[in-house]
């Protein structure tokens, strides 16, 4: 039990155009969901909390313009990145709270070229 | 702050035991963990303790918790090759989940 998945698991896309990112807990309910971003060989920093239903909370330094996110349903949440540029290449995880107990997704590989 | 320090790396010999030590500097943590994450792969939890407990063993893990030093650590018995991958200590404060940077197990046949 308590399975989260991710789509894509990667992909490439080209400097300017905007990629979105979802996250499923696929046997349980979950109200927050959190978005982590990790550069190679370095730690997770989360990005965002995000709670079914109402707004993201964004952490300092995140821009919330720039990777808007949307948590339509208690199994689903999406991190839609905008006018992506080679900076934001980055490995993109998600995690689905339950019980108090974080669920980590697979991740999703993002390369911009 | 919150702040959550760990070393690199870790080099051992099949069969030995590994020690991964980590520390924090909130001391409202309620909860700490250890997760595995193998290449481009998300995290495994594999154990976390309660802040009011010194230790707790499931299987080939120990987890030893000094709250006076804000030191925890993991041990591994019997380090297998499988266990290659890098270990996150995390603190949970607020709900909030804060990583370490996360030390690279390297374990020699």
Known sequence: ????????????????????????SLDFQATTMFWYRQFPKQSLMLMATSNEGSKATYEQGVEKDKFLINHASLTLST?????????DSSFYICSASVGGEQ??????????? | GEDVEQSLFLSVREGDSSVINCTYTDSSSTYLYWYKQEPGAGLQLLTYIFSNMD??????????????????????????TGDSAIYFCAESITGKLIFGQGTTLQVKP
């Open chain 1, 1 to 24: 039990g308590a399975v989260v998945s991710q789509h894509p698991s990667w992909v490439i896309c080209k400097s300017g155009t905007s990629v979105k990112i979802e996250c499923r």
């Open chain 1, 79 to 87: 991190l839609t990145v905008t006018s992506a540029h080679p900076e």
């Open chain 1, 103 to 113: 669920f980590f997704g697979p991740g999703t590989r993002l390369t911009v070229l």
């Open chain 2, 55 to 80: 230790m707790k063993q499931d299987q080939r893990l120990t987890v030893l918790l000094n709250k006076k030093d804000k030191h925890l650590s993991l041990r591994i018995a019997d380090t297998q």
